[in-house]
């Protein structure tokens, strides 16, 4: 099967690294010809933090490239690149459109999450702020690979040292997170808990957030 937003032939030629954790990046994993209906379709999001999917309005091409993440195809691409079984395993989806300051510290993700998938959904980066940075330690400049977020994934299995972040920005950066997760018991508990950040950031975005973050 081809999907039409995803480009798998790409994901298959992409190398996966193994060191210091496993990971690979694919640059123009979003196939350009869709990428004006992405734009116009996005969710529209005023307020920095990743929401459920659910949380936002959007047109019916981003629902498009939704409906792609969650086929068959895309989940059997994973589990032969990283030698993996994922089948039975919940996925939970979120999407970014705002950066603060305080976003990008540097951390591994929770143990609940097995492979991270982040999708990068801006058709410029000037700024060098902003970029991933995939790290051997909990040190922003002692990094293996560096990507600029445009239209590009990055996708790595969890560990103890799946350490990552990036240099501050403030503004618009578009992004879809993919994660497979252990349980249904843990997707849902973190869909809620993104959902009452949200309300709090909301109601008191006037204030900051520090460094809370939900990993």
């Not at 496993?22 to 999001?45: C, G, M, W």
């Not at 990068?120 to 051997?136: K, P």
Request: charged fraction near 25%.
């Amino acid at each position: 099967m081809t999907l039409r937003y995803l480009d798998l032939e790409a994901f298959r030629s992409a190398p996966l690294t193994r060191d210091p954790f496993d990971y690979l990046i694919v640059p123009d994993f979003v196939r350009k010809e869709v990428r004006e209906t992405i734009n116009r379709d996005y969710p529209k999001i005023s307020e920095r933090g990743s929401y459920p999917v659910a949380m936002h309005a959007y047109g019916s091409g981003f629902q498009e490239l939704l409906d792609e993440l969650e086929t068959r195809e895309f989940r059997l691409e994973f589990e032969k690149k990283f030698g993996i079984d994922l089948s039975g395993r919940p996925t939970m989806t979120t999407v970014r459109g705002q950066c603060a300051a305080e976003d990008g510290l540097i951390h591994t993700d929770s143990k609940n999450k097995i492979i991270a998938v982040l999708i990068y959904m801006n058709s410029t980066w000037e700024a060098q702020g902003g970029r991933l940075r995939l790290l051997r330690s909990n040190n922003l400049e002692d990094m293996v690979a560096e990507v600029s977020p445009t239209w590009t994934l990055v996708a790595f299995r969890r560990a103890h040292n799946s350490w990552h972040g990036h240099e501050p920005f403030v503004g618009e950066r578009r992004l879809v997170q993919m994660h497979w997760v252990t349980s249904e018991w843990y997707r849902t508990t973190q869909v809620l808990r993104h959902h009452k950040s949200a309300m709090f950031k909301r109601m008191f975005g006037a204030l900051s957030f520090g460094r809370w973050r939900i990993t």
